[in-house]
């Protein structure tokens, strides 16, 4: 639904975007990730029509963002980091205001409908300038949603707002994503890993890395570590898990736990499970521990030239 190739763009002397090229597909929530100034926001901002790109092209929903850019605008809902919103409308004065300019046929009807989506039906006839942040950002994930698009583009959906709206809206952004082309940009790791079918990583205007959290992971880990616990005490267990064939860096972390390192590509804990057993120990936990997606960006967004940044 989305696919970018070659995508550049240039503010005079700077280079903005320098030849990136990725896609996204229906039914799939595709997380864009970098630090500030890597080309997230002019990137979306060229997917929806706002601004075009210097060279390369863009295609959302099977039409050129230059070439066919109504049609483009028609089939994208658009959260930007900062949401329009008109505070002395009511919730449902503004969705059935936005309705009308897109001439959605029973508008209040359709408001109704996409304030129930977003949960937010029982203020449908609050001011929206009484409501909290959370409760903006979702009147402003509505005013995408009205038109029922195929692509949604959130720009930061979650800043801003405390841990209890971020799960709220997570879930709304999950629900939504079951059956539409997602791609959100978010400075929350933890966001992406949770919510997230695949990460893109941006940084100095080019894609760094692209995959699932969990391939990411095992491409830079390059090896598995893993945790092991047993009921009561493990004395001697960091010799047992050091038999098996395929262990390596065995270390006992407290009195009832130690890690282990096996690599890529193998998988020695079914061994490792039956030897603990076999050597008397109860085996209560053996889970695999691997980079987080927060350790995983600044690795690969670090300054190459090891120097700090000021």
């Known amino acids: 639904m989305i696919q970018v190739n070659g995508l550049i763009k240039d503010y005079g002397a700077r280079r903005a975007l320098n030849n990136i090229t990725f896609d996204a597909n229906q039914g799939e929530i595709v997380g864009f990730l970098g630090p500030n100034g890597a080309g997230k926001t002019t990137t979306m901002r060229i997917l929806t029509g706002y601004m075009p790109p210097t060279d390369g092209t863009a295609v959302v929903a ?3 963002v230059v070439e066919e850019s109504l049609e483009v605008r028609k089939r994208v809902g658009y959260l930007p980091e900062t949401v329009p919103l008109y505070t002395d409308m009511t919730a449902l004065e503004y969705l059935k205001f936005m309705a009308d300019l897109r001439h959605i046929p029973n508008s209040e009807a359709r408001a109704y409908e996409t304030l129930e989506q977003v949960n937010l039906k029982d ?3 609050s001011y929206i300038g009484n ?3 959370g409760m903006r950002q979702r009147v402003g994930l509505a005013q995408s949603l009205i038109h029922r698009p195929e692509v949604l583009i959130l720009d930061e959906p979650t800043i801003g707002l405390d841990p209890a709206q971020v799960v709220e809206m997570r879930n709304v952004i999950k629900e939504i994503g079951k059956d539409r082309t997602v791609l959100l940009s978010t400075h929350i790791l933890t966001e992406a890993q949770n919510i997230c079918d695949r990460v893109l990583i941006i940084n100095k205007g080019k894609i760094v890395a692209e ?10 880990v390059g090896s598995q570590r893993v945790i092991l616990r047993v009921r009561g005490d493990s004395d001697g267990l960091d010799v047992t898990v050091k038999k098996v064939k395929g262990t390596r860096g ?10 282990f390192e096996i690599s890529s590509g193998q998988d020695v804990r079914p061994q490792v499970a039956k030897a603990v057993i076999q050597a008397g120990y109860e085996l209560i936990e053996m889970r ?5 997606l927060e350790e995983i960006f600044l690795e690969l967004t670090q300054d190459n030239s090891g120097s700090k940044k000021s």
């Open 62 to 64: 099977g039409y050129d």
């Open 123 to 125: 203020r449908a006839n």
């Open 131 to 133: 409501f909290s942040k």
């Open 211 to 220: 995959d699932t959290p969990e391939n990411l992971q095992s491409k830079l």
């Open 250 to 259: 065995v270390e006992t972390k407290n009195d009832d736990t130690v890690e």
């Open 288 to 292: 695999p521990v691997g980079l987080s």
